[in-house]
């Protein structure tokens, strides 16, 4: 079967797939990585500082997801399951080489922000751009603003699952979104100039 007929939304084709992967076949892992290659390297791009980090976080994300495939349920979406592994092994890898500082220094102040509300959000809505450039934005967020930013923005866990899977405080992670909205506009400020009213 050649990768791009590939139809992850299929059953029949994910169950073919996955047992092969159960059973260590090479041609069903190949299959499932290139299938899968674009996306969740797009997915790793918004977590990682440049492109060699994030081939880095794919690389060790698909080796988790071989590790986990016998768990896989066939219930929900295939690509949505394999995402979660990469994005976990991706946070983990990230704390692991201790990167993450979450700005927990005035919580107090920010807990009362709506995230739909904010100046920073709305000025965020009006900008269009490709996705190469919003993910270079992205990228230069610190590792913390980044992983929380793309957590609840674009991968849309709340900010107690964030709390729970970054071991911070839901104060922290609501702070932590925001002054990455505010780094993310004052970023394409920089970059491109005043945002349009």
Same mark, same amino acid.
């Given at each position: 079967?050649?990768?791009?007929?590939?139809?992850?939304?299929?059953?029949?084709? #994910?169950?073919?797939?996955?047992?092969?992967?159960?059973?260590?076949?090479?041609?069903?892992?190949?299959?499932?990585?290139? +299938?899968? %290659?674009?996306?969740?390297?797009?997915?790793?791009?918004?977590? +990682?500082?440049?492109?060699?980090?994030?081939?880095?976080? $794919?690389?060790?994300?698909?080796?988790?997801? =071989?590790?986990?495939?016998?768990?896989?349920?066939?219930?929900?979406?295939?690509?949505?399951?394999? !995402? !979660?592994?990469?994005? @976990?092994?991706?946070?983990?890898?990230?704390?692991?080489?201790?990167?993450?500082?979450?700005?927990?220094?005035?919580? %107090?102040?920010?807990?009362?922000?709506?995230?739909?509300?904010?100046?920073?959000?709305?000025?965020?809505?009006?900008?269009?751009?490709?996705?190469?450039?919003?993910?270079?934005?992205?990228?230069?967020?610190?590792?913390?603003?980044?992983? #929380? =930013? @793309?957590?609840?923005?674009?991968?849309? %866990?709340?900010?107690?699952?964030? +709390?729970?899977?970054?071991?911070?405080?839901?104060?922290?992670?609501?702070?932590?979104?925001?002054?990455?909205?505010?780094?993310?506009?004052? $970023?394409?400020?920089?970059?491109?100039?005043?945002?349009?009213?």
């Amino acid at each position: 079967m050649k990768t791009e007929n590939m139809d992850l939304s299929n059953q029949d084709t #994910v169950k073919m797939i996955v047992e092969g992967c159960i059973r260590g076949d090479r041609d069903s892992q190949q299959l499932l990585y290139k +299938a899968t %290659y674009g996306k969740m390297l797009g997915t790793c791009m918004r977590y +990682a500082s440049n492109t060699d980090e994030a081939k880095d976080f $794919l690389h060790d994300g698909f080796i988790k997801v =071989f590790e986990k495939i016998k768990y896989f349920k066939h219930t929900g979406s295939f690509e949505g399951w394999i !995402r !979660r592994i990469i994005v @976990n092994n991706t946070i983990d890898s990230i704390r692991k080489k201790n990167r993450m500082y979450f700005n927990t220094g005035d919580d %107090y102040s920010l807990l009362n922000i709506t995230d739909d509300n904010t100046k920073e959000t709305e000025d965020l809505n009006k900008i269009t751009l490709s996705a190469a450039r919003l993910i270079e934005l992205i990228q230069d967020l610190t590792p913390a603003y980044r992983t #929380v =930013f @793309n957590l609840y923005i674009i991968e849309d %866990y709340s900010h107690k699952e964030i +709390a729970a899977m970054l071991s911070i405080s839901i104060g922290t992670s609501k702070s932590n979104l925001a002054k990455a909205k505010i780094n993310l506009r004052k $970023l394409y400020i920089d970059k491109y100039g005043e945002i349009d009213e």
